[in-house]
């Protein structure tokens, strides 16, 4: 799951600023840091890096994967149940002794449910993106969430938008378009798919933007409220439209993706909970940055697509405006 990317994963929010709010809460870290401390530090923060990037790599590909067995593939309900229920076992575990990462809270209920559909809607509509098109496009189409991000906070926050940012948000949405001009293993179906999921995407990042401060909440208290109530909710839809699997015809190997997909999804989101407030936004981007050029790279090779100057040139335009906008926004 996702959790996100995701620079731009299913479950990832440094691209919409929600890692600036915790970090300004965190007020200024002392520069007068003992060197063991100041080691051991480095040495949690570069871990904490790694995990998160090889934890997303490592979900993309699984979930793929899984997604080729056709049973599989039809139980997208039941596949985002398994990887919520997943992180809200790791998020409570988190939240408890000796780990004690945050302080849980409870939330209202009710309150909670419009999140809840939209943040399940997200994750699944993601999936059926990954399920339909090729990595490259997936995870390219992805970016567009950004300028998305920034349409609708300016639409319906009244979010001022500078030239500076509106030239970041062109590069972009060019960078997407020259890349994925004849994309491999892409429908008008897969396009469209894409198309539904960074726009409900976008509205979730905005929204859970908003609820945090409304709730004054962190985002792994809020999401320790989301998870397992949005397990609730597709509950009541998975027998209407997932499809009961033969599991005694699936790949064991398969089926092994499919558990290992639910950890990868819950060390995607611990990672993401355990860096905020741990370094700046910069970072975080270049991490994310890293993430989406290996996706892409490896999705690329595994199609037999040879990387072009109009690729190179897409890519380079894309991440930069990406990186840009973080910048601008975090100011």
């Not at 990317?5 to 840091?33: A, C, F, R, Y």
């Not at 949005?230 to 015809?249: R, Y």
């Not at 109009?310 to 973080?326: E, K, N, P, Q």
Request: hydrophobic share 50%.
């Amino acid at each position: 799951m996702a959790i996100r990317d995701s620079g731009n994963d299913d479950l990832e929010m440094s691209s919409t600023g929600l890692l600036k709010e915790e970090e300004k809460d965190q007020g200024p870290i002392s520069s007068h840091v003992p060197p063991q401390k100041g080691l051991r530090k480095k040495v949690i923060d570069v871990f904490c890096i790694g995990l998160n990037i090889l934890s997303t790599v490592t979900l993309v590909f699984l979930n793929k994967w899984i997604f080729q067995d056709t049973q599989l593939k039809n139980m997208q309900i039941s596949f985002a149940m398994w990887h919520f229920t997943c992180t809200s076992i790791v998020l409570y575990l988190a939240s408890r002794k000796p780990f004690s990462l945050f302080v849980p809270v409870r939330l209202p209920f009710l309150q909670m449910l419009p999140l809840c559909s939209f943040f399940a809607g997200f994750l699944i509509l993601g999936n059926l993106s990954l399920a339909y098109n090729s990595i490259g496009f997936y995870q390219l189409a992805k970016i567009m969430t950004t300028p998305c991000v920034a349409f609708l906070q300016y639409i319906y926050l009244g979010k001022s938008i500078t030239t500076l940012t509106m030239g970041a948000l062109a590069s972009v949405c060019i960078g997407v378009a020259l890349t994925n001009t004849g994309a491999a293993g892409t429908t008008t179906l897969g396009a469209s798919i894409a198309i539904a999921a960074f726009t409900v995407t976008a509205f979730y990042q905005v929204w859970i933007g908003k609820k945090m401060k409304d709730f004054s909440v962190s985002s792994p208290q809020l999401l320790l409220n989301q998870a397992p109530i949005s397990v609730l909710l597709l509950a009541f839809l998975a027998p209407f439209f997932d499809t009961l699997p033969n599991v005694a015809i699936i790949p064991r190997d398969t089926l092994i993706a499919l558990f290992l997909s639910g950890l990868a999804a819950a060390a995607l989101n611990l990672s993401q909970f355990l860096i905020i407030g741990r370094m700046s936004a910069l970072t975080f981007n270049v991490a994310s940055n890293v993430k989406t050029i290996i996706i892409l790279t490896y999705g690329w090779v595994s199609e037999g697509r040879a990387l072009t100057l109009r690729d190179t040139v897409g890519i380079v335009l894309a991440l930069g405006g990406a990186t840009l906008y973080s910048q601008l926004s975090s100011k």
